[in-house]
């Protein structure tokens, strides 16, 4: 048997339906690549999960957490991503209830309540109102740590999200990076519904903390929301969004599914 091969120790977590297998890699000892990475992500063969978040080491904060799509790519940020990992580290004793982390968009900071996580995303960019794109709905865009397109609907649950969002997500307008794509129905100045075609997934997943943020930012600057924004999710849960001039902040639950060791390649 090979001596590099070994037994990888993994946490599954889980935050507003979105889910990840979390790996401690501060030793910088595991090598992860895209083929690993899809391997453990399918749910028929594997553990399952949205994508894999890596805790390695750096040099500007208490780690840096790289965001590994279904799909074996790498992603710039990830809002629940960044809750689950940041009571990854809590609950390991890694860090206290107050944390900052690094990540391609810039540096996390993350604060850990009773089953709840806040952070603090980077500040919105990139932001382009009333775009009209071919036949459908007005579209707006905005960077929230990733890209997203938000599109105002009706009723969300009458729109053909993995069609639909697949189609805005590799369209030219959004061309070479793609997009993530919300559809977002607005309840009250305080509520909205989203569902969310996620890039990298490649598919609708049950919530998207960054894209519940871009939503929740678009709303607020068609002057349809005011914060605190409350997001109801595709899977049912609530995920909190505030807004304080240019600073954003997301809050929800993050939770451990279960522990576990999967079968990998180790450094020598």
Known sequence: MCQKCNFIPFVKM???????????????????????????????????????LVLESSLSALFKMRIINADGSEAEMCGNGARCIAMYA?????????????????????????GQVKIQLTKASNIQLNMKIDNYPIVHSINTGVPHAVLLVDDVEAIDVVTTGREI?????????????????????????????????EDETLACGTGSSASACICALLGMVSSPVRVITRGGEILTIY???????????????????QWGVKSA
Not at 20 to 34: A, C, E, G, T
Not at 243 to 261: C, H, R
Request: negative net charge.
């Open 169 to 201: 997500r590799y369209h030219q307008a959004f061309k070479p990076a793609g997009t993530n794509v919300n559809f977002v129905e607005i309840i009250d100045g305080a509520h909205i519904k989203v569902r969310t075609y996620e890039r990298g997934v």
């Open 90 to 114: 809590y609950l390991k004793g890694i860090t206290g209830k107050v944390l900052k982390f690094e990540t391609l968009s810039g540096i996390i900071n993350a604060e850990i309540g009773e």
């Open 243 to 261: 807004i304080e001039q240019d600073d954003i902040f997301l809050e929800g639950e993050a939770s451990i599914v279960f522990e576990g060791k």
């Open 14 to 52: 889980c935050a507003s339906g979105n889910d990840f297998i979390v790996i401690n890699n501060m030793k910088q000892d595991i090598p992860i690549d895209p083929s690993m990475v899809k391997k453990w992500c399918d749910r028929k063969r594997g553990i399952g999960a949205d994508g894999v």
